[in-house]
Antibody, heavy 115, light 111 residues
Framework: QVQLQESGPGLVKPSETLSLTCTVS????????WSWIRQPPGKGLEWIGY???????NYNPSLKSRVTISVDTSKNQFSLKLSSVTAADTAVYYC?????????WGQGTLVTVSS | QSVLTQPPSVSAAPGQKVTISCSGS????????VSWYQQLPGTAPKLLIY???KRPSGIPDRFSGSKSGTSATLGITGLQTGDEADYYC????????????FGGGTKLTVL
């Protein structure tokens, strides 16, 4: 079955750029929407944005100025970049399949912003 | 402050029934489908209900969803200790800032 796996640094310094990649296995990245969602420790879910396999994107307005989501269909991967991070960006970051309905979630990866 | 409002916690005894509410507005729940997600401790969320009341394959019929106006409800019958989790509602918000929105989450305790 389709599985999603996040990868990337677990520690990022303040003011730097957080970069994560999600690898989709067991199925094609084509014909679906793919999202990034985060969850600060002990808090609720926050949608970051989504990308369609064709490359069209939509971002959370509160993060839009700092977020870029891209897709590489040849590698069956999509990626997240979040610039100018602060401690408030410390969270578990999930990659997921879907947009209005999140059908499938990765296991999540904790990213800590600290010097 | 979440766009969708859920009670922070609910509790009930094993075997009993519980409902979790999710309140929004006409720009989100009122005009879009609602999904529900279950997050067991230390794990990623999992889709429980989609399009207001549909269950993905593998989700038992003890879980049900409904929507009326600008509110949605998740129902769980025959509570089991394994149902202890955080539950989130989610939908699309088609206001000026179109985006996916979630409720703040509800912690279910099975006493």
């Amino acid at each position: 079955q389709v599985q999603l796996q996040e990868s990337g640094p677990g520690l990022v310094k303040p003011s730097e750029t957080l970069s994560l990649t999600c690898t989709v296995s067991g199925g094609s990245i084509s014909s679906y929407y793919w999202s990034w969602i985060r969850q600060p420790p002990g808090k609720g879910l926050e949608w970051i944005g989504y990308i369609y396999y064709s490359g069209s994107t939509n971002y959370n307005p509160s993060l839009k100025s700092r977020v870029t989501i891209s897709v590489d269909t040849s590698k069956n991967q999509f990626s997240l970049k979040l610039s100018s991070v602060t401690a408030a960006d410390t969270a578990v970051y999930y990659c997921a399949r879907g947009m209005m309905t999140i059908q499938l979630w990765g296991q999540g990866t904790l990213v800590t912003v600290s010097s | 402050q979440s766009v969708l409002t859920q009670p922070p916690s609910v509790s009930a005894a094993p075997g009993q029934k519980v409902t979790i509410s999710c309140s929004g507005s006409s720009s989100n729940i009122g005009n879009n489908y609602v999904s529900w997600y279950q997050q067991l401790p230390g794990t990623a969320p999992k889709l429980l209900i989609y399009e207001n009341n549909k269950r993905p394959s593998g989700i038992p019929d003890r879980f049900s969803g409904s929507k009326s106006g600008t509110s949605a409800t998740l129902g769980i019958t025959g509570l089991q200790t394994g149902d202890e989790a955080d539950y989130y509602c989610g939908t699309w918000d088609s206001s000026l800032s179109e985006n996916v929105v979630f409720g703040g989450g509800t912690k279910l305790t099975v006493l």
